[in-house]
């Protein structure tokens, strides 16, 4: 085998599958030896590895010697190729397909150059660099000018530097409504509207008022803004929730919708999403 693809088993599939994937796509082709299409689209394959010099990996997988593997991943039957990225199957194909639709199928795995950029960009952010994250974003938007991800991207680490207006204009740039539906923007979306809200305003001072007058609906919105931007999430949901248990109809329900409001900032899989989701059942009814 070569740099570029190798014969992968039970023993070695997580270091040379789901571990590589998290650097570079990975494609899985599960064949067998006695496999007709398997012996005209193995070749291939290798060749178009070589070609693509570690644009993507090749793992050979021979199910015969390697039965549990293809149960895992539902083999019914061979050839079939699974691509693999962080550690995910994005995309599959069954049957030995003929060449340019297998350079098609690639071409929607494999990261652009502006994408690659991106990614290093991001990967150059977490190491403290933010003024070259940025250059380097730049860079990628020269490249491949319609990937609103590097847009988002500039977005999140702007907002995450404090630069909340700039943030703003960027994200108001995508104009793609797939884009602007993207989990990433959405989230981003919802954080910036909390931060725009919360930019002014003491906690201290707000407590004080709601101390003095428990009834003022309006200073207890306005801290659950201001603690969602500081990232007190759970303080803000229960200020949110104290405003629907006095008044439904508070600030055309303000409550409730500022409540689904950080539910998208934090996403579905956060433990407080699912706790006050009950909470504002119960309180809703």
């Given at each position: 085998m070569t740099?570029?693809?190798a014969d992968v088993n039970e023993a070695d599939f997580q270091q040379e599958v789901i571990e590589r994937s998290f650097q570079t796509p990975v494609l899985v082709d599960f064949w067998a030896t006695?496999?007709?299409?398997?012996?005209?689209?193995?070749?291939?394959?290798?060749k178009l590895a070589q070609e693509y010099q570690g644009k993507f990996f090749l793992a050979l997988v021979e199910t015969e010697a390697n039965q549990q593997l293809a149960m895992n991943y539902g083999i019914?039957?061979?050839?079939?190729?699974?691509?693999?990225?962080?550690?995910?199957?994005?995309?599959?194909?069954?049957?030995?397909?003929?060449?340019?639709?297998?350079?098609e199928f690639l071409d929607r795995i494999i990261p652009s150059p502006g994408e690659a950029l991106r990614l290093d960009a991001e990967e150059i952010y977490?190491?403290?660099?933010?003024?070259?994250?940025?250059?380097?974003?730049?860079?990628a938007s020269t490249l491949d000018p319609r990937n609103d991800k590097i847009r988002i991207s500039a977005a999140a680490i702007m907002f995450e530097s404090g630069g909340i207006s700039a943030a703003r204009r960027m994200l108001d740039s995508i104009v793609d409504p797939a884009s602007r539906n993207d989990e990433q923007?959405?989230?981003?979306?919802?954080?910036?509207?909390?931060?725009?809200?919360g930019a002014t305003?003491?906690?201290?001072?707000?407590?004080?008022?709601i101390a003095?007058?428990?009834?003022?609906?309006?200073?207890?919105?306005?801290?659950?803004?201001?603690?969602?931007?500081?990232?007190?999430?759970e303080s803000a949901l229960l200020q949110l929730l104290e405003i629907i248990h006095r008044d439904?109809?508070?600030?055309?329900?303000?409550?409730?919708?500022?409540?689904?409001?950080?539910?998208?900032?934090?996403?579905?899989?956060?433990?407080?999403?699912?706790?006050?989701?009950?909470?504002?059942?119960?309180?809703?009814?």
């Open positions: 740099a570029f693809a006695w496999c007709g299409p398997c012996k005209v689209l193995k070749p291939l394959l290798e019914r039957g061979v050839p079939t190729v699974k691509a693999i990225v962080d550690g995910e199957i994005v995309d599959e194909f069954s049957g030995a397909l003929p060449e340019d639709k297998i350079r977490r190491q403290g660099d933010t003024a070259q994250a940025l250059k380097r974003l730049v860079e923007a959405v989230a981003l979306l919802a954080r910036l509207e909390f931060a725009e809200k305003g003491d906690p201290a001072e707000l407590e004080q008022k003095g007058d428990e009834n003022d609906l309006a200073a207890r919105l306005e801290l659950a803004n201001l603690l969602v931007a500081r990232q007190q999430y439904r109809n508070f600030g055309d329900d303000a409550g409730r919708k500022t409540m689904l409001s950080v539910f998208t900032l934090l996403g579905a899989q956060d433990p407080l999403v699912s706790k006050y989701r009950r909470l504002l059942a119960s309180a809703l009814n």
